[in-house]
């Protein structure tokens, strides 16, 4: 194993993520569904022992135990490969994803949407950093039936049930609101897996003191004393505040702003196109 790859501490690192599955009703699909499981697990034990630029697909294949050109049929290039890797895993935390508690507040809410993709990206840190490139402008994008369209309507959602339940503004527009929520997701993720959050800022900690604050400002218009009427939101924004200042007092470091300029001629927020600002 490549020692200089960046590896999570816990257990289940070396654990392969599930392969993503599907009804097979005859014994053709039985047999693509079976190698298309050992194309999976063989691409990720290579890819996390070996580090993806020293697995070859010829190397893939052979594990798997299927023909090279069969490899092919499966996934195009190295980095569809890669993806397939991962696809059963973030399908599963895409329907983790879909049954959060309906008592919880709606920084929560959102945050546990995000949180089991964080451990999914935990298994391996290096991988994923190259999964988000693969995903990301000019990438095949052919992961799990686009995984942050997806996360992107599961935020929708919840910024809809917020404004049903009075903790966010009437008057918010749910598809800004859940982009902006995305956005702070796509940065904590991209600062996390490029290092650049402190030590022991657990990533989902962080994204839950961030969505804090801006629930704070999308509560404006709601009743002081309404149901859910941001006091959680606005008590994590003035935490995050003050972790802010003590921070800029004591150190000369600049964090990456989360703040950013859109672009003039195009959208400042692309669903498809994850942010990997920190990843080199």
């Known amino acids: 194993m490549n020692q200089s790859r ?18 097979a009703p005859g014994l053709r699909e039985r047999h693509k569904q079976d190698k298309l499981e050992r194309l999976q697990q063989a691409a990720w034990r290579l890819f996390h022992e070996r580090g993806f630029e020293a697995t070859t697909t010829r190397e893939v294949a052979e594990t798997a135990g299927i023909a ?20 059963g895993a973030l399908r599963e935390a895409l329907a983790a994803a879909t049954g959060i508690p309906a ?49 992107f309507r599961l935020i929708s959602e919840q910024i809809v049930v917020g404004q049903e339940r009075r903790e966010i503004g009437a008057a918010i527009d749910p598809s800004d609101a859940a982009g902006v929520c995305l956005a702070l997701y796509q940065h904590v993720l991209a600062g996390w897996l490029g290092g650049a959050l402190r030590p022991g800022d657990a990533p989902d900690e962080r994204l ?26 606005a008590r994590a924004g003035r935490v995050e505040l003050e972790r802010r200042q003590g921070a800029a007092a004591s150190t000369a470091r600049v964090e ?17 196109e994850p942010m990997v600002d920190f990843i080199d």
């Open 208 to 233: 839950r003191r961030l969505l804090g604050m801006v629930m704070a400002g999308l509560a404006v218009g709601v009743p002081v004393g309404a149901a859910g009427a941001s006091e959680t939101g």
């Open 6 to 23: 960046t590896k999570d501490a816990a257990p289940q690192t070396a654990d392969a993520p599930p392969a993503s599955s599907s009804p």
């Open 103 to 151: 008592d919880l507040s709606i920084v929560d809410r959102i945050a546990a949407a995000c949180s089991p993709f964080f451990r999914v990206y935990a298994r391996d840190r290096d991988l994923a950093r190259r999964l988000l490139k693969e995903l990301g402008p000019g990438g095949s994008q052919t992961l799990a039936g686009g995984v942050t369209d997806r996360l």
């Open 256 to 272: 990456p702003s989360e703040d950013r300029a859109p672009e003039p001629e195009t959208p400042w927020l692309r669903r498809s």
């Open 68 to 87: 090279t050109g069969t490899l092919f049929l499966y996934a195009a290039d190295k980095g569809e490969l890669l993806q397939l890797a991962f696809d």
